[in-house]
């Protein structure tokens, strides 16, 4: 049993939130800090367990830990542990903003963490600090050297473009020169709660692009477990560049990914008009059955694309209310 829809595209990729609580405040995604609408109680262990169970018998071999913070859980190697277990899962990802990495990024890969990315928004701690409100620019770069030294297999730097802000390609290139870690620029997503922020500083990824072509990268091909990135390589560099760029064309015909958010509803798409409650279904293993059916039905109404560049966002407030 495969997980494919109407359009023949086949999800091996599962991103699971496991909590919407962050203690950044970036400007795109949660400028005032995490303010709970609601009380929320996100998913338990054993519940996250069944879901990991269900995916991975459907063919998903790549889960990503997502928020919010994910590593604020204090549960959180408990859960690594969990989804390590499976055989099936040949990647074990999270993305984090890096604030509890340093001391714990050991105790993550002895649970089964291979692959990691790390939010840095700015190599200059004046615009890191003026971008996510805190003043951890050094202790990131330091997360980024000790992931490094323990042999995360995988690691990544995620950073949102902005327009006269971050977007100077210079500034990274020379970091990376030397450095075995993936660069993503993520072009600036609008949602219910940012369109004040996107108009502002939204920029297209395609100008990164154009230079990268101009200086001798070459465009490398996508692996089956790849998320969306375009990557780019150079003879010349240890490192590589990353470009995921949701407003350029056909972007969605390769999608490869569902989300679980953290109370437990299966979102189709990050910019979806709807979700589907699997959290009555996570009670026990012997649900699974039904679990299954749910989710391939779900599969059906899954649209072809998403509806950004008319704006039409969906039900997603923020970007940690599902992870990204």
């Known amino acids: 049993m ?9 999800f091996q990729y ?6 919407e609580l962050c203690n950044f405040q970036c400007q795109y995604c949660l400028p005032n800090g995490y303010r709970p609408n609601k009380t929320h109680t996100f998913l338990s ?6 879901v990991v169970s269900t995916f991975t018998e459907l063919g998903v071999h790549k889960i990503r830990l997502t928020g919010g913070e994910p590593t604020l859980r204090r549960d959180f190697v408990d859960i690594l542990s969990i989804i ?4 099936r899962v040949k990647e074990l990802a999270i993305t984090t903003n890096g604030s509890r990495l340093l ?5 993550w890969q002895q649970a ?4 990691i990315n790390i939010s840095i928004d700015s190599l200059s701690p004046h615009l890191f600090k003026l971008i996510t409100g805190q003043d951890k620019l050094k202790e990131l770069m330091q997360c980024v050297e000790r992931s490094l030294e323990v042999g995360i297999k995988k690691v990544k730097i995620n950073t949102v473009l902005m327009k006269n802000m971050n977007d100077n390609l210079d500034d990274y290139l020379l970091w990376i020169k030397h450095r075995p870690v993936e660069l993503r620029f993520i072009e600036l997503m609008e949602t219910g709660d940012s369109n004040d922020v996107f108009k502002r500083y939204h920029t297209a990824g395609s100008i990164i692009e154009s230079q990268l072509i101009a200086q001798g990268w070459q465009l490398q091909p996508k692996m089956p477990l790849s998320g969306p990135a375009k990557v780019y390589v150079h003879n010349d560099y240890q490192g590589k560049i990353g470009l995921i760029m949701p407003y350029s064309k056909d972007f969605c015909k390769s999608c490869n990914r569902l989300r679980v958010s953290s109370v437990g509803k299966l979102h189709y798409c990050l910019f979806g008009d709807a979700a589907v409650d699997l959290r009555d279904l996570l009670v026990s293993p012997e ?6 059916t749910r989710i391939f039905a779900s599969l059906m109404i899954k649209p072809e694309k998403h509806l950004l560049h ?4 969906g039900i997603t407030p923020n970007l940690s209310y599902i992870g990204g």
Not at 287 to 292: A, D, E, G, M, S
Request: aromatic residues 4%.
């Open 287 to 292: 649900q699974k059955t039904q679990l299954k």
């Open 2 to 10: 495969q997980l494919v829809d109407n359009y023949q595209r086949r």
């Open 112 to 115: 089964g963490l291979n692959a």
């Open 45 to 50: 262990l054993n519940e996250i367990d069944n």
């Open 103 to 107: 001391k714990n990024i050991a105790h």
């Open 310 to 313: 008319e704006h039409h966002v």
């Open 14 to 19: 599962l991103r699971l939130s496991i909590t």
């Open 84 to 87: 390590s277990s499976y055989s």
